[in-house]
């Protein structure tokens, strides 16, 4: 057997423990460094849970002959500490949203290609049962193409939330709000469902939490996608109580699957399967047992197994030389879409994304823009 892969955890919030349970549960790899701008926080950190060193900066944890690092910090930070690790020569798998602007996660990229590291993004709903499932039914043919997508995020973060961290609800150091922080999840499984993302159309605002945060509460979307599929997106996290996430897919032989997540943190399975010959109707949020009080640290707790199937993904791309689960490039296209949003509400205009010309296959009425044009 050869060695564990040495793995040094950057920044020691909220989310670092599921990294370092992940590593602990996945087989060949051993955490053995972790860093935060706080040391004496890294120090606690590493103490409580014995891990080996401890350090104050990511100069300082390159030294120590890692093979990869997890970066659990600010999103805003996300770029400087990827571009370093691949600087070094080490693989990284970075917490979402890959970043806050497109461009620098572009700049990350090309860097982690240009060093010939691993790069992978931290989106672990993918690993959902549900997630799973619906993907297979679009890559065996049994929805079709993808046609017809809502993607439904009705969650809850009070002030408290927002004012547990200094970068929370600004835009200059958390980059968005419902968006970029939460919805960002149920945007990376609609693309992956759908494909590329070509037009958005959105609308963001602040209506409950305008007092505490200078970000949208609240954004509605239509979404092109490059096949001419179209998909609805609608995010809060004003609701109250917390009613979790749905993902619904209506695919071109007329087959619709949709997954749910009641309460947040719970593992979404399937809630509709209705495919034309083979319809097993399930609801989670019937069958009772909805516990939607959950705190932001419980939905984190709960997610951690999913942290390990990404994780344990991670650590055997390293090993084969493949690519991970969620490559950078694929966390672009939920970060672009986000944006589109913004930039579609600030203008109030569709906005175009670049788009590598993948054939059309449905025809849709053209947009003012075109009909203008
Ligand atoms: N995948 C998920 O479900 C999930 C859940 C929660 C958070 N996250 C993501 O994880 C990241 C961190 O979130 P959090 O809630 O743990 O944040 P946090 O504020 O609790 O912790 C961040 C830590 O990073 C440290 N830090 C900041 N800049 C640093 C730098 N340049 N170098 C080293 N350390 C630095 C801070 O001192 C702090 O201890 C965010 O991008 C967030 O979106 C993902």
Not at 16 to 37: I, K, L, M, T
Not at 92 to 111: D, F
Not at 153 to 180: I, Q
């Amino acid at each position: 057997m050869s060695a564990p892969i040495r793995i040094g955890i950057v920044g020691c919030g909220n989310i670092a423990d599921n990294h370092v349970a992940a590593y602990r549960a996945a087989d060949g790899a051993e955490v053995v460094a972790v860093c935060d701008v706080d040391r004496a926080r890294a120090q606690a950190f590493a103490d409580q849970r014995g891990i080996p060193s401890a350090t104050g900066s990511v100069a300082e944890l390159l030294v120590l002959d890692l093979d990869a690092i997890s970066v659990c910090t600010p999103h805003p930070t996300h770029e400087e500490v990827v571009v370093a690790a691949a600087q070094a020569g080490v693989h990284v798998l970075c917490e979402k949203p890959i970043s806050t602007s497109a461009a620098a996660a572009e700049r990350m990229i090309e860097a982690t290609a240009a060093a010939g590291v691993t790069f992978g993004v931290v989106f672990q709903r993918r690993f959902w049962p549900g997630a799973q499932r619906l993907h297979r039914a679009i890559v065996d043919g049994t929805l079709g193409t993808p046609m017809l997508g809502h993607c439904r995020v009705l969650l809850h973060r009070g002030k408290e939330y927002y004012d547990s961290a200094p970068w929370r609800g600004t835009w200059d150091a958390d980059g968005g709000g419902v968006l970029m922080t939460q919805a960002i999840h149920y945007i990376d499984l609609l693309q992956w469902f759908m494909g590329e993302p070509v037009e958005v159309y959105g609308r963001a605002g602040s209506f409950t939490l305008a007092d505490s945060i200078e970000v949208e509460d609240t954004a509605a979307a239509v979404i092109t996608f490059a096949s001419g599929a179209i998909a609805t997106l609608s995010a809060t996290v004003a609701a109250t109580p917390n009613l979790g996430s749905e993902l619904t897919i209506t695919g071109s032989t007329g087959a619709t699957i949709s997954i749910g997540e009641y309460p947040e943190g719970s593992d979404a399975d399937v809630e509709i399967w209705a495919v034309p010959g083979d319809e097993q109707a399930v609801s989670t949020l019937a069958s009772g047992g909805f516990r939607p009080d959950k705190s932001v640290a419980e939905v984190n707790a709960s997610l951690q197994h999913l942290h390990r199937r990404q994780i344990e993904d991670f650590v055997a791309a390293i090993r084969e030389g493949r690519e991970p689960a969620v490559t950078g490039a694929q966390a672009l296209r939920s970060l672009q879409i986000v944006e589109a949003v913004y930039v579609s509400a600030r203008s109030g205009e569709p906005v175009r994304l670049a788009h590598r010309g993948e054939a059309r296959i449905f025809t849709h009425l053209p947009v003012p823009s075109e009909v203008s044009a």
